[in-house]
């Protein structure tokens, strides 16, 4: 698979991971879909230095627990670029409260973005993505880590890498692979808010390479499975945290 002429669209793309995904994959060569629920300015602020740098990217507005929005952003894809061949599921949202405290709102947020999102984008990939392509969604590491207040979205992830090995085989007979990243903390906003600088050293150091990834050792790994050479890597998930665990 060469990344001439491909199409990627990235989930949650506007900033952190997703934002620094559509930035390698827009340097690999893909023509690139930046999705974003609220954050139009950083969105297009985005695609203006994709497009500036050479490359060709559109933002597009989808709410991915819509799947009606789900599926009018894989329609502009197609209406700009003709098609679409990777698919990235960055979207997501992190909430944490030990499960006695989480409520029904944050339960319902949790779900609907971090399950029926990457459900309504994988089901509409697994539809439209051509053959030869590459499904990628987005899990965590924290999942072996049993750590107090984070059972909930665990839960929501669990249920990422479960869609991600059914998925594989579905795709069967049409080379297109499904595979998902789990990293441990990274810096980006969603992991950094509301932690004290003493927490986030001690999370820092639980690895031991004893750093926090930054968004480009995500968006790295990402790049390789969506590029010619991760083809061969299929239903796997990557935990991606410098050794945490």
Not at 1 to 19: C, Y
């Amino acid at each position: 698979m060469s990344t001439s002429d491909k199409v990627a669209i990235i989930t949650g793309s506007s900033r952190g991971i997703g934002a620094e995904t559509a930035r390698h994959l827009a340097c690999d060569g893909f023509k690139v879909v930046v999705n974003y629920a609220g954050s139009a300015g950083p969105a297009q602020d985005l695609v203006d230095n994709i497009v500036a740098e050479g490359g060709e990217a559109i933002a597009v507005q989808a709410d991915v627990a819509d799947p009606a929005a789900v599926i009018a952003m894989f329609d502009a894809a197609q209406k700009a670029f003709g098609g679409v061949d990777v698919v990235v599921n960055s979207a997501g949202v992190m909430l944490q409260a030990k499960i006695a405290e989480f409520d029904d709102e944050m339960f319902d947020r949790s779900m609907s973005v971090n399950v029926k999102g990457t459900f309504n984008v994988c089901r509409e990939a697994a539809k439209r993505v051509r053959d030869g392509g590459r499904i990628i969604n987005i899990s965590t590491s924290v999942i072996g880590m049993r750590l107090p207040t984070y059972g909930i979205y665990v839960a929501t992830k669990a249920a990422v890498e479960a869609m991600t090995q059914v998925l594989t085989q579905e795709m069967r007979g049409r080379n297109v692979t499904v595979n998902a990243v789990a990293p441990g903390p990274v810096a980006t906003e969603l992991f950094l808010h509301g932690k004290s600088p003493e927490l986030i050293d001690h999370m820092a150091k639980m690895n031991p390479l004893e750093r926090l990834a930054q968004p480009e050792d995500i968006a790295r790994l990402v790049s390789f499975l969506a590029g010619p050479e991760g083809g061969w890597v299929n239903g796997q998930t990557l935990r991606a945290n410098g050794g945490m665990c």
